[in-house]
């Protein structure tokens, strides 16, 4: 979703947390409702990955090799919505510990 040149809805730094929390709220949803038939769904919550299309942030960044690899760990390990990297990491844990201060700040960044 997004691409060169846009407004990217999922990916990079100028990402939309809004929609990051419905995909996660969607990959929540899909892994209720398939988990039955054997389908395993997982949320993958990187940092920023140094692509093209984050190339002007200043930000610490993820090589796209790195974000591969602990995909890979994660499915093989069967983890649950697994954050990536430590700003990923970071508002991960603030998610769990309260939501709804985390859910404030975000709006505060993209409104």
């Given at each position: ?58 930000v610490p ?46 709006a505060q960044?993209?409104?």
């Amino acid at each position: 979703m997004g691409g060169r040149g846009r407004d990217t809805l999922c990916t990079g730094p100028r990402s939309n947390p809004k929609v990051r929390g419905c995909l996660l709220s969607l990959g929540q949803g899909l892994r209720a409702y398939l988990g039955d038939k054997g389908v395993r769904v997982i949320t993958v919550m990187p940092s920023t990955i140094d692509t093209d299309m984050s190339r002007g942030a200043e930000v610490p960044k993820l090589s796209k090799e790195f974000v591969a690899g602990e995909i890979l760990r994660h499915i093989r390990e069967e983890t649950i919505d697994p954050p990536l990297g430590e700003a990923a990491a970071g508002v991960y844990e603030s998610l769990m510990k309260d939501p709804r201060a985390v859910e404030k700040m975000l709006a505060q960044i993209r409104g």
